[in-house]
């Protein structure tokens, strides 16, 4: 049972990228999907989450009106769709999942999965 995160890279400021969490150990539409990330030299944070059962969507001050979390029931995937990216954005990005919990929580404690980051490098 894993999670792999996909999509990361270079962008310039004001850009895109569109990040992908599957599961091929999971059905993602049982659950509660998060994006994490964590800067160079920070701690990780919570920027988004989705609630695939209700399509309930949640996310950052940080990242509000910019990203989209999305989810994709036939191919079993969560997309991040991250726009106007700022080099403040560059972090190591996570995806993972509630499987326990029946209501959402930003709290990295609350995800018991957790897939391998993947890098957004975004320059100035």
């Known amino acids: 049972v894993q999670l792999q995160a996909s999509g990361g890279g270079l962008a310039q400021a004001g850009g895109s990228l569109r990040l992908s969490c599957s599961g091929p150990?999971?059905?993602?539409?049982?659950?509660?999907i998060g994006w994490f990330r964590r800067p160079p030299g920070k701690g990780r944070e919570w920027i988004s989450s989705v609630d695939v059962e209700d399509d309930s969507t949640y996310y950052a001050d940080t990242v509000k009106g910019r990203f989209t979390i999305s989810e994709d029931n036939a191919k079993n995937t969560v997309h991040l769709q991250m726009n106007n990216l700022k080099p403040e954005d560059t972090a190591v990005y996570y995806c993972?999942?509630?499987?326990?919990?029946?209501?959402?929580?930003?709290?990295?404690?609350?995800?018991?999965?957790w897939g391998r980051g993947t890098l957004v490098t975004v320059s100035s």
């Open positions: 150990g999971f059905t993602l539409e049982d659950y509660i």
């Open positions: 993972a999942v509630d499987t326990t919990g029946s209501s959402f929580s930003s709290s990295a404690s609350a995800y018991n999965y």
